[in-house]
């Protein structure tokens, strides 16, 4: 039987970031009930059920910021919907500064196994710049609770690229984690999103942003910090101890399908990228008349993805596994792309496995066009 992913968004925020241009809000937390109640109705009506649920994964916006009943709600709903694995990878992401021990502890008791906790960066002053809610002793404390009340897969986030932000910065926030000894580190480089709040702060001249040289240095320090102490580098922003890697995300990258349930939710099923409307009100009246299809793949922008979101992995593409899936060698399908990118020194191929160089973990975009 068919293996799928779910994810479900939560669009309320305590504050949005300055960074942020996903769909979400900081001024309607008033409509949580109602909202959760038409992401439920959404999922009691799809017609796409019969699949075992390998991974489920609550984004936002902020998750934590709405009362943990509505999220339990929400995941015994996909448990009486879908046949969910019994040991299923169940993620929820929080934020310090919107959890209580009592929130850990009702998500864990109720089925989630993994956390996400945004932290971004440990300098008082970063997090203020970019609209963080929170410092780093309350981001402490919240995953001090988290591993009290028993979660023993705890992903954190940080950032590099920040405006102002200069390597010490970077040093301090790896160190301070490190020390934490959370299992997973998604290590993301800022980008500033088109009239964000931040990118207009940036474009008028009020903050700076590192050069592309210094992005690329603090880049390679956290490589090299972060595997010294134990965490192994298998996706280009994403790093874990052995046996920690987000299954959510390999399966995105493995181009796995996956339902996305909620406000502007996307999917990928039999070919097709679609997403809910990012229209609140529309949402919350009725959901099928505002599904969007995105893009129905052809066969080459199938083979194409898979390359593209298979070369995000350390690991790479396998040869005999897109063999296997497309019943064609990809060093044949793509002969052109790769032989340049080889010539470039921007990926190595091997027996099975075609996969980024060091060179190309610095300027992965230029790898990426080439399979748009």
């Known amino acids: 039987m068919k293996k799928i992913g779910i994810y479900v968004h939560i669009p309320f925020c305590k504050r949005k970031c300055k960074y942020c241009d996903f769909v979400s809000f900081d001024d309607k937390l008033g409509l949580q009930a109602s909202y959760i109640n038409s992401v ?6 799809c017609d796409k059920s019969g699949f075992i649920v390998n991974t489920i994964y609550f984004g936002g ?3 934590s910021i709405i009362s943990e009943d509505l999220i339990v709600k929400v995941l015994n709903k996909i448990k009486s919907k879908f046949k969910v694995e019994k040991d299923s990878e169940i993620t929820i992401e929080v934020n310090p500064g919107t959890v209580t021990r009592e929130k850990l502890d009702t998500y864990f008791k109720n089925g989630f196994n993994r956390i996400s906790i945004g932290l971004q960066s440990s300098e008082k002053r970063l997090l203020r710049l970019i609209g963080r809610i929170h ?8 995953l001090k609770m988290a591993r009290n009340v028993g979660f023993k897969n705890i992903n954190v986030d940080l950032m590099l690229g ?3 932000q200069v390597m010490n910065d970077l040093t301090d926030s790896l160190n301070k ?4 000894k959370p299992n997973h580190i998604s290590l993301y480089s800022l980008i500033l999103e088109e009239n964000t709040i931040l990118e207009k702060e940036v474009r008028i001249g009020l903050y700076t942003l590192p050069t592309d040289e210094e992005e690329r240095q603090m880049y390679d320090l956290a490589k090299k910090t972060l595997e010294r102490n134990g965490y192994i580098q298998y996706e280009i922003s994403n790093f874990a101890e052995k046996g920690f890697e987000s299954k959510h995300n ?10 996305g349930f909620g406000l502007a939710a996307h999917s990928y099923f039999d070919k097709k990228r679609f997403s809910n409307t990012t229209d609140l009100n529309k949402y919350m009246e009725n959901q099928k008349e505002n599904v969007i299809i ?5 066969e080459e922008e199938e083979k194409k993805e898979y390359m593209l979101l298979g070369l995000r992995k350390i690991e790479g593409v396998s040869i005999s596994e897109f063999e296997r899936k497309f019943e064609i060698n990809p060093l044949f399908y793509f002969r052109f792309e790769i032989s340049k990118l080889v010539d470039e020194g921007l990926i190595e191929v091997d027996l099975d496995n075609i996969r980024m160089t060091r060179k190309g973990l610095d300027l992965a975009n230029l790898i990426f066009e080439e399979f748009v």
């Open 40 to 45: 439920l109705n959404e999922i009691e009506t």
């Open 135 to 142: 410092d780093y002793d309350e981001f402490s404390e919240c």
């Open 162 to 164: 920040l405006p102002t």
């Open 177 to 180: 984690v490190i020390f934490l």
């Open 250 to 259: 390999m399966n995105c990258w493995k181009q796995n399908e996956y339902l």
């Open 61 to 63: 916006g902020t998750p």
């Open 294 to 298: 995105n893009e129905i793949q052809t």
